[in-house]
């Protein structure tokens, strides 16, 4: 069977390139249908990766957000026309200790082989969730965001120690936003402070019991432990403030990616005797975790879909190209393609 699909060549140039999907495969087959555009496929689109990582990555099909129908499972596992949601890490070996999304050898899509942008996409079953009927596609197109941050809420919950009264985020974009959305879920009772730097993103922050602009930080304000959504230029400067006003033996779980090394006041880390950990990816179990909580929790994807934002049908490479184009203008929110076959 014919397959076709988009690969980056160069920063902002697609090429269709051809492959074929053998038949007689116990994989599952599928069609994406709502894709949604990450940072990281942003750095590839624009060239913003080193040329080093770009020549050693490139060509390659982009995206890792995404959601698709089944065309064709052999093991009758799931039917024609379901829809689910695909995992983009795909481990290679068993390791009791060490995650799937941590291991060195495992393979991630649009990380160095290739992404969901393809007309089908066979891949292995245990790389499927089910999505709840009628759930909000556009919405469920982020998963894999949404998972990354259901991951690490759960490593902080077998790290951090028991006292939760007040827990801060700091960082008002995607994943700070997706972040609070489901530790407020997962943990009702903590008071929940958002710290960013745009006061009309942190309105959005309703369900938070309270919002700071970084910049007009009480001086009594103190937190048991905190999370670090902001990534890039700016993540050194948050880690501080969290360090400043984190309780001693609190717990600080680092979300966001930055291309260059970030200082840490270790001096203080010492004294405080904190923990910092870090979080990446996410694996099958994060996925599950996700879409059980879709499925308790309805009125989330309520509160998820305040940072759709554009929404572009694609049908040939010059959508595409628009819809990274305009995803670069955006001032928030996830831009969604939806693909017109």
């Known amino acids: 069977m014919l397959n076709t699909i988009y690969q980056l060549v160069a920063p902002r140039r697609f090429e269709v390139i051809y492959g074929n999907i053998g038949l007689n495969s116990k994989d599952v087959l599928v069609r994406p249908t709502h894709l949604s555009i990450c940072n990281a496929d942003q750095r590839y689109y624009q060239g913003l990766r080193e040329a080093s990582v770009l020549q050693k990555k490139l060509p390659m099909a982009l995206i890792h957000e995404a959601i698709g129908e089944v065309i064709r499972d052999p093991s009758g596992e799931f039917k024609p026309g379901e829809i689910v949601v695909m995992i983009p890490n795909t481990p290679t070996e068993e390791d009791e200790f060490i995650a799937e999304n941590y291991r060195r050898s495992s393979k991630f899509r649009a990380s160095g082989f290739d992404g969901f942008m393809q007309e089908y996409v066979n891949i292995r079953k245990d790389r499927l969730v089910r999505l709840p009927e009628g759930i909000d596609q556009t919405v469920a197109a982020f998963t894999e965001i949404v998972s990354v941050s259901v991951h690490?809420?759960?490593r902080f919950d077998a790290i951090a120690h028991k006292r939760r009264?007040?827990?801060?985020?700091?960082?008002?974009?995607?994943?700070?936003?997706?972040?609070?959305?489901?530790?407020?879920?997962?943990?009702?009772?903590?008071?929940?402070?958002?710290?960013?730097?745009?006061?009309?993103k942190l309105s959005d922050f309703t369900f938070a019991d309270g919002i700071y602009t970084v910049d007009r930080i009480p001086e009594d304000l103190k937190l048991d432990h905190a999370f670090e959504c902001v990534g890039g230029a700016g993540s050194g400067k948050a880690i501080e403030q969290i360090i400043d006003v984190i309780q001693p033996e609190g717990t600080i779980s680092i979300l966001g990616v930055s291309e260059y090394p970030v200082p840490v006041n270790t001096r203080m880390v010492l004294e405080k005797g904190l923990r910092i950990f870090g979080s990446s990816r996410s694996g099958r179990a994060d996925f599950e975790k996700t879409v059980e909580i879709y499925r308790k929790n309805p009125e989330i994807i309520n509160y998820l879909s305040n940072i759709v934002g554009t929404v572009v049908t694609i049908r040939t490479i010059d959508d595409m190209k628009k819809a990274f184009e305009l995803d670069i203008q955006k001032a928030f929110g996830k831009t969604i393609m939806i693909w017109e076959k």
């Open 152 to 154: 690490a809420i759960g």
């Open 165 to 200: 009264n007040t827990v801060g985020i700091w960082g008002d974009g995607n994943l700070g936003y997706i972040t609070a959305v489901f530790f407020k879920t997962m943990f009702p009772d903590t008071e929940l402070y958002i710290f960013g730097i745009n006061r009309d």
